[in-house]
């Protein structure tokens, strides 16, 4: 090869370095990745930031840890004690409500815990506990783990034993195998609806105040992370809570379902009763 060609290949691969892509690292949780929300969300921020954005989805415990490591550039989780937890150690800033949906509990068609009787979210647990019927867990300290471990708490309940299954998965395989065994299970109602398909549990107890499910965007801390892509994780959490990206979030369903309820415009009155006007928060 001659130095001329030597030459041109040298400038053409400094142009196509110079021009790469930015890529944006997104920490987030199975959820809003297994519903497919961020499939729909993401593409026309990616076409108008000239950025792409890498989805890293895990359990909120796992991605608020991303976060503490400067690993990733935001996070968008549903553990609001831990987040505050994360924002007040100087790991986070910008914290910002975007959605929320709710959990429910699943179970056989049978129901034999008898748990469609229940009054509350704490007589369903006691109820799983005495009859000892099988529960699965995702045991992934994730956003669902924190909050079936809070309801156990709030039921005077630590489960153990053979019949509380802790799987350490993320939400689509923890609804497979509890749909295999047959088991009661927490779940958040987008993933259910995203894999209804697949599994034939249903909905055993829904619609109280203690399930309700809030997500919120929060950027890393350039202070602590110089590296960080702060004015792009800045710029994707104005997209997030945009007019455009609201709607669409509004407007995704699963068979004529609403899987997520906008926190920035309002909508319709949501499943817990409450609406879904403007909840940010900057701790």
């Known amino acids: 090869m001659n130095r001329l060609l030597i030459f041109l290949l040298y400038i053409s691969l400094g142009s196509g370095l110079c021009h790469a892509q930015q890529r944006l690292k997104l920490a987030t949780t199975t959820s809003t990745e297994n519903s497919g929300l961020l499939a729909v969300l993401n593409p026309p921020f990616e076409r108008q930031a000239g950025v792409r954005v890498d989805v890293i989805a895990v359990g909120t415990g796992k991605a608020l840890r991303l976060g503490e490591n400067g690993d990733v550039d935001l996070v968008l989780v549903h553990a609001p004690k831990a987040e505050l937890a994360f924002v007040e150690a100087g790991f986070g800033v910008q914290r910002q409500a975007v ?149 669409m979030i509004a407007g995704f369903k699963k068979k004529s379902q609403v899987l997520f309820y906008p926190d920035v415009i309002k909508t319709n009155p949501d499943v817990s009763g409450s609406d879904s006007s403007s909840s940010a928060s900057t701790p």
């Open 99 to 247: 959605m929320h949906n709710d959990f429910v509990i699943l179970g056989p068609a049978d129901d034999p815990a008898q748990v469609k009787t229940a009054g509350s979210v704490a007589e369903v647990l006691q109820k799983i506990n005495q009859s000892r019927q099988l529960f699965v867990s995702r045991g992934d300290d994730s956003g669902t783990h924190k909050k079936e471990q809070s309801l156990w708490a709030m039921a005077g309940l630590e489960p153990q034993g053979s019949w509380y299954l802790s799987i350490g998965q993320g939400m689509g395989k923890t609804l497979m195998l509890a749909n295999e065994k047959q088991a009661y299970v927490l779940t958040d109602r987008g993933t259910y609806l995203a894999f209804q398909d697949k599994i034939d549990l249903g909905i055993m107890f829904e619609n109280q105040p203690p399930l309700h499910n809030s997500y919120h965007v929060i950027a890393v801390n350039p202070q602590r992370h110089p590296a960080v892509k702060y004015d792009l994780a800045r710029q994707y959490i104005a997209y997030l809570v945009s007019a455009d990206a609201q709607g």
